[in-house]
């Protein structure tokens, strides 16, 4: 049974009721983000339950050691642990001598929250009876400033409802935070001072091993029934955290507001020497607007993000709720303003997984941002990969590779793999493929070819190289093999032929080879630098060509379908449908062993690469897969449901594809997955964006051509979106009466619906 608590709305998150089995959950489903940092939704008040206390801040990590019982040679020597951060959010109330501590209350009434989507805030509110008998209520709303990405701000109200009472207040800054995942119970921060100023205060630190610098700062301001109230605080100081206290007599009805700024200045962007002088200038900046200023131009800024991002859904409340919630997420956890950040699968809302990025990124990721955004921001996820390019080679020399080939990590930080799975690090090579697909992928959208001959020839080559020496040559078969990988189905390890992972090796090297052509031709310079710089010879390349033109690729007869990997069809071959529901999910009933004897699949892997590659084989070969493989998929991982969704769509099922569509698009707000507490799936919130994008709109670019198959489920009196396609802004809107499109731009603009061509005139809209 899912969890079911969240209201339905089809702009905001609402949780109403005091439950303390849903706090940290409820902790993930409210996170707040502004790409820079982001913060769970922990009350800002203590909290004596259980609760998961977390702060982020955007590219600060710390490689925590590997721990492993049996050390095996190219293991990575650390994981890096995106790294909770120095707390600035924290304000205890203390009335008549009692901590105001939701856990410990006699009562807690009309308890609310809500996260207002559409205009980027977090508002709590309740009435609590405490165990003196003082009945309190509080309201509190918090947001991460989108145009001051340093910044937060809070406004915590706090009104006596059943006496006069003594109310001390005390912000804080805590910098002795540790991470719930540390391998070694390590010392992450090292804090080096504490200091305040007037109402001001400031925690510097740096991070162990890297030595990331670190200012946390805050500033308090208060007030009773809107007037400002001069105070000056009294100060308290530990090694690791400084409190503001502020005692104020209020009377019965009176309401006390505290405003508090605070957030990160980071020497990724100041000198290290001055970052309590740029903490300095954003509340300096924070306070001119005012907290009411800052709120507003918070709205303004949202405004802008969901006038080219929304989703709109007509009909099905939770539907829209859900996609609304993934676009959300997504827009808080990457901006896209800064090349050398990327989208980590939990984002700002837990610790799990660890590092910054994965192969989700250019599988799921990049087509949202770059039809939602401009340009620059798809093109700062490829510049990511590039800058890291040297690191993917030293990885591939870790385990033996020669000659520049290249192995991008499955988990990284700044390039170095840091993922502490064997059957992960060593196997899921398939995350190559991924890189290589991404830059044709932006190619193919945005026609924009500079990046290659720039940068991703050399990156192409690299991947290249790696598949030509990672395959080899079977006498048997008389064709080049891959042995002992892991694909995208996590529950086959160390298998071979994976079907989907030497798939994507042949076309890595036909689609590098091809653009090596291109630019000889086309970038005669650009050529010449690169070929003298990878010392790539002509005879390099004829023996790639020799590996592609002859791989082998698993296959049977008897079902007419490639098979996942060699062995396949000797599994069991009973369907999920046949399984006791007692025995889901597998991955939390099963012993491993059983699971990698099994023929269940976590999610898609030869899909996957129908996915990828829907244009190389025919509906009927799709069909035939899906049947195939579709029943024995369990969609244990977050990235499955939506692969299906977009595949079931394209196969006109549109009651399995809106299956799927719900389960990807509410997978956190219900908790398919029975883990929402540990932070949410950002990653595969993309994926979401996709089923309705290239799922349900059939969304497609075909030789450089706009393609829709607009297709609606029967759930829905209509939806919309819009698409960024070349620097046009495309609106799609579909209901069961047909669909409509409209374009703004300079000019005209030929698309395909449904087979046939159809122009579009800006400031026209065309029915089709």
């Not at 089809?10 to 949780?15: C, F, L, M, T």
């Not at 959950?25 to 502004?34: A, D, R, T, V, Y």
């Not at 105001?100 to 609590?128: I, P, Q």
């Not at 076309?507 to 090596?516: A, F, V």
Request: aromatic share 14%; with cysteine; charged share 25%.
């Amino acid at each position: 049974m899912n969890q079911d608590y969240i209201q339905a709305d089809p702009w905001s998150i609402i949780e109403e009721g005091f439950d303390r089995e849903q706090v940290k959950s409820s902790e993930s489903l409210f996170s707040i983000g502004n790409g820079s940092m982001g913060q769970r939704a922990n009350f800002e008040e203590q909290y004596s339950g259980e609760t998961f206390q977390g702060s982020y801040i955007a590219g600060v990590y710390y490689p925590d050691k590997t721990r492993v019982g049996w050390w095996k040679n190219g293991y990575p020597e650390y994981f890096a642990k995106v790294l909770n951060a120095p707390n600035w959010i924290g304000v205890d109330i203390i009335i008549n001598d009692e901590a105001l501590d939701l856990n410990t209350c006699k009562k807690v009434e009309h308890f609310r929250r809500e996260l207002h989507m559409k205009e980027g805030w977090y508002k709590r509110s309740f009435v609590a009876t405490l165990p003196n008998d003082v009945e309190v209520a509080v309201e509190v709303l918090r947001f991460l400033s989108l145009d001051l990405d340093e910044t937060g701000a809070i406004q915590y109200n706090v009104q006596l409802l059943n006496s006069d009472a003594e109310v001390i207040v005390v912000p804080y800054l805590d910098g002795g935070i540790k991470n719930m995942d540390s391998n070694w119970a390590d010392k992450f921060w090292n804090i080096t001072n504490i200091a305040s100023d007037g109402n001001r205060a400031f925690v510097a630190s740096h991070t162990m091993k890297t030595d990331f610098a670190v200012c946390t700062f805050m500033q308090g301001e208060l007030y009773i029934d809107g007037d400002t109230l001069d105070m000056e605080p009294e100060i308290e100081e530990t090694g690791t955290s400084v409190r503001h206290a502020y005692k104020v007599d209020l009377s019965k009805d009176e309401t006390l507001t505290l405003v508090k700024f605070g957030g990160y200045t980071v020497d990724r962007n100041h000198p290290k020497d001055k970052l309590q002088e740029a903490a300095n200038k954003v509340l300096d900046k924070a306070s001119a607007l005012g907290f009411d200023g800052l709120l507003q131009k918070q709205k303004d800024a949202w405004a802008q993000v969901w006038e080219m991002s929304d989703i709109t859904i007509d009909g099905d409340i939770k539907a829209q709720q859900g996609i609304r919630f993934n676009i959300f997420q997504l827009n808080q956890t990457y901006s896209g303003k800064d090349s050398r950040l990327n989208i980590g699968p939990k984002g700002f809302t837990g610790e799990k997984y660890g590092g910054s990025t994965y192969w989700d990124t250019e599988a799921y990721c990049l087509p949202f941002y770059m039809a939602t955004k401009n340009q620059q921001v798809a093109w700062n996820l490829l510049q990511y990969r590039y800058d890291h390019l040297q690191k993917a080679i030293e990885n591939a020399e870790k385990l033996g590779f020669t000659n520049g080939a290249a192995l991008y990590p499955m988990v990284t930080m700044n390039g170095e793999e840091c993922h502490n799975e064997w059957e992960i690090t060593f196997e899921e090579i398939h995350r190559n493929g991924a890189i290589a697909f991404a830059i044709y992928n932006y190619h193919r959208f945005t026609g924009d070819y500079d990046y290659i001959p720039k940068m991703g020839l050399e990156v192409l080559i690299g991947i290249a190289r790696f598949w030509h020496q990672r395959v080899n040559f079977s006498e048997e078969k008389q064709q080049y093999v891959m042995l002992g990988v892991t694909g995208p189905n996590e529950y086959e390890n160390n298998v071979n032929n994976n079907w989907y992972t030497n798939y994507l090796a042949q076309w890595c090297i036909d689609y590098t080879i091809e653009q090596i052509n291109k630019v000889r031709e086309s970038y005669p310079k650009d050529h010449e630098r690169i070929m003298a710089k990878a010392k790539l010879s002509p005879a390099e390349i004829e023996d790639w060509a020799k590996v592609s033109g002859n791989m082998y690729f698993p296959y049977s007869e008897k079902y007419q379908v490639f098979l996942q990997q060699d062995g396949f069809l000797d599994k069991k071959m009973v369907k999920v449908q046949d399984l006791d529901r007692s025995e889901r999910p597998i991955n939390q009933k099963w012993s491993w062993d059983r699971i990698l004897r099994s023929p269940y699949i976590k999610q898609a892997d030869v899909l996957q690469g129908f996915y990828f590659f829907e244009d190389h084989f025919s509906p009927e070969d799709l069909e035939r897969h899906f049947d195939f493989y579709e029943p024995f998929t369990v969609h244990e991982s977050s990235l499955s449901p939506c692969v299906h969704s977009i595949q079931a769509a394209k196969l006109g099922r549109m009651e399995q594809a809106y299956t799927f569509y719900l389960r990807t698009s509410r997978l956190d707000l219900d908790d398919y997955n029975k883990e929402v507490e540990e932070g949410l799936h950002i990653t595969s919130m993309a994926g979401t964006w996709m089923s309705i994008v290239e799922g349900f709109g059939g969304m497609r670019v075909l030789d450089g051509t706009l393609h829709f198959g607009p297709r609606i489920p029967k759930q829905w009196k209509s939806y919309s979106f819009k698409i960024n396609f070349r620097n046009q802004i495309i609106t799609v809107t579909v209901s069961a009466d047909g669909c409509s499109f409209g374009v703004t731009g300079e000019g005209p603009l030929t698309i395909q619906v449904h087979g046939k061509s159809v122009q579009l005139v800006p400031g026209e809209t065309v029915k089709a």
